[in-house]
């Protein structure tokens, strides 16, 4: 329960805070051309998830037989009742102390190379990580920060300190209590380890006046340092283990024998198999988690990973493959698929150049292949609808997208003559493109076609494994390579990191193109601690229209985020802004 000390979150800081949060939750759900709006989704799967206008999109029929189904419903509506009164009883029964039970598989593609999500990013990991670790904060739908391991907290006027104040029944899957310590080592290590060195940057330390008490210090104000603690960005791991001299990125506890802060503890790690993970019955929030267990299967073919959706094996997945999949699984009508639930992703599909490359370090040769490209074809045909052009880093649904930059519009002629003045005739030019596959083949060959009608003589370098290509990417041994890259919620956590000439560090999803613009720079630090969202909004419009001039990147598009979940799934991670990559302690199954 929240205590007096939540109005510290209504000071000057955490009014702005809210604002931005709200305003960009209101963009997300108005923009429906891009990934987090649940009007993006067909409506046969959108609609009856979000309420909205998602009918849009259904044609007459469509619509002439929901009409239908709802007069079969009247006729229904004692079992519905009943039904729903179940749903409710169990969701009860959950939530005061009576678990529900159930084993939840979950198909993915992605194979995490641990499960320490302090030291490392990504989807792979934050799916079976935010189980196994509890974070201090929680996001709802609309972007309000809600009590997790942390019940309540407070925020400076200044906006230099937060204190979390932690719940003080929590232990780790090892029985040790969690403390403010491990709260102090935990930030400290995604300070010098994660590849988001912007997310913490400002930390200049972590006070631990007592036990359940951490006090955040800041050189700066940050306005993401909320969001910063969400459950992918902020485990909190045990300092007693991990704090032994070792190495952190490869701690051998950051698989063996893993020890947890979260709601299901670690039985069972196959690295590219299988996750297994139970309910930990000293989990500190009362009547969770409602599973029994949860079963990551984890396989290269998202084929399998539908065929499981199809015949009830598998009950959940956001790995589903090309778009034939996601429309396949939305004709099933015993499967359930939703655009909801990822939506502070903000994932843009991109190609990036090298910009220390001899050819691509001419801004010329940079705007002549994006000239060249039809990102609008490659949407609204080869995706089939189910992704949205996007022209700039910042994804549309942010507050701080800036539609007006130069979106690049395909005109063969004028990339032909930008690669004259840059010295190339016809044919005379050679690129390659790294990719990994399955993932981007369809991307990769459509470009590679595109360039070649520009004159550009294009190779496809076809990585065997994502270690091989993060390497060649993040070292810069490629020319360029057909990228997803993530907004993270804020702009501070997910974008600077590309952009940043600090941070060409020899890690993916950081600098990897070794773009470098001081001006850039200047706007990216500026933004990073103005709590202004109009100023910041102004800030971040000129560095994408700086950005879209320099073209070190060409953004194609924005995916939807697709959840494909049995019926038998109550409760599933479609009602946050990080999906699966928030602790399932509520879900369970109704079978």
Known sequence: MRTATTRGRQRSFGRLLVALLAVFALVAAACSSDDDSDEAAPASTAAADSGSDAGDDMDDGDMADDDMADDDMADDSGDMDDDMADDDMAAAACNHGQNV???????????????????????????????????????????????????????????????????EDAVFHDGMPITSADVAFSIQTVQAHHPFKTMYAPVTNVDTPDDHTAVINLSQPHPAILLAMSPGLLPIIPKHIFDDGQEMPTHPRNSEDFVGSGPFRLTEYEPGTIIRMERFEDFFIEGTPCLDEIVMEITPESTAIVLGLENGTTHLSSTLGPSANVLRLMDNPDVEVSAKGHEAIGQINWLEMNVNDPALSDKRVRQAIAYAIDRDFLSEVIDQGITFPVPTGIAAASPFHNPNVNHYDKDIDRAKALLAEAGYGPGELQLSIDYIPPAFVVQAEYVQQQLEEAGIEVELSVSPDFPTWAQRVATGEYQMTINQVWNWGDPVIGVHRTYLCDNRVGVIWTNNTGYCN??????????????????????????????????????????????????????????????????????????
């Open 518 to 591: 001081p001006d850039v720079d200047a706007l990216l630090n500026a933004a990073g601690q103005e709590f202004d969202i109009t100023e910041r909004a102004r800030l971040y419009a000129e560095f994408q229209e700086i950005v879209a001039e320099d073209m070190p990147i060409f953004f194609l598009n924005t995916p939807s985020f697709w959840q494909a979940y049995n019926p038998a799934v109550m409760n599933p991670p479609t009602n946050n802004i990080w999906g699966q990559m928030s602790p399932m302690h509520e879900v369970w199954l109704d079978e």
């Open 101 to 167: 039970g159930g084993t939840l598989i979950i198909g993915s593609t992605q194979v995490p190379r641990h499960l320490n999500g302090t030291v490392q990013s990504g989807y792979a990991t934050a799916v079976p990580g935010t189980q196994l670790n509890a974070s201090p904060l929680l996001y709802d739908a609309e972007y309000n920060p809600m009590p997790y391991l942390a019940h309540d907290w407070d925020v400076a006027d200044d906006g230099l300190s937060v204190t979390l104040h932690l719940v």
